[in-house]
């Protein structure tokens, strides 16, 4: 099974954002509190895992602007390993 890390508003009016860079890669695991992006918006703020798990796929790339709640990361979960 799988499970997605998107973009979080990092502030209460935050709409978009630039992944400036990611911090995993392909393979990396990653549990909750995980630093796995670099995000810049009104500010430069860590995106951090809410799950347990593999980095599966990224469905962005570095330097793409997307909206809050964008799919960003696929992770495959921790209980498949």
């Known amino acids: 099974m799988e499970d997605y890390i998107v973009m979080a508003a ?13 911090l995993v890669r392909i393979g990396d695991k990653v549990a909750p509190g995980t630093a796995v992006a670099e995000i810049i918006s009104e500010g ?5 895992s809410e799950v347990a798990g ?3 796929e990224f469905y962005v790339m570095e330097g793409d602007y997307v909206e809050v709640d964008t799919a960003l ?3 495959k979960l921790a209980e498949e390993e």
């Open 10 to 22: 990092m502030y209460p009016t935050m709409t978009s954002g630039k992944v400036d860079k990611f």
């Open 44 to 48: 430069y703020f860590t995106l951090l």
């Open 54 to 56: 593999r980095v599966k």
């Open 73 to 75: 990361i696929e992770i």
